[in-house]
Nanobody, 130 residues
């Protein structure tokens, strides 16, 4: 059974930073074989893909609104995905979710759309005050 668990959220002032973590276990081919992604959902808004990293960590992709402020990375030895979030803005307030792709595709991070991801965690809340 696949388990995905996020942590690291919190309440910060605008301009602050957080480091979100996500551990994923039980993936059939092992954590390292799967592209991983971070999503977020603010109240009353649709879920939005924030960042993606492919298997092997050779490529990453980001939504335009976070480019230059967020950094996605992974440690396959620890089955852990990270999202370093810097220069936070009130508009970044949301529940942040980690997800693994449904089936390994071994493609560039820019290949993946939201529908490629199928294993989700419960989320970690990020709140940014002005």
């Amino acid at each position: 059974q696949v388990q995905v668990v996020e942590s690291g959220g919190g309440l910060v002032q605008a301009g602050g930073s957080l480091r979100l973590s996500c551990t994923a276990s039980g993936l059939t081919l092992g954590f390292g074989a799967y592209a991983m992604a971070w999503f977020r959902q603010a109240p009353g808004k649709e879920r939005e893909g924030v960042a993606c990293i492919n298997a092997g960590a050779a490529t990453t992709s980001y939504v335009d609104s976070v480019k230059g402020r967020f950094t996605i990375s992974r440690d396959d030895g620890k089955n852990t995905l990270y999202l370093q979030v810097d220069s936070l803005k009130p508009g970044d307030t949301a529940m942040y979710y980690c997800a693994a792709e449904k089936v390994p595709n071994y493609r560039s991070a820019t290949y993946y759309g939201n529908d490629h991801f199928g294993f989700w965690g419960q989320g970690t809340q990020v709140a940014v005050s002005s």
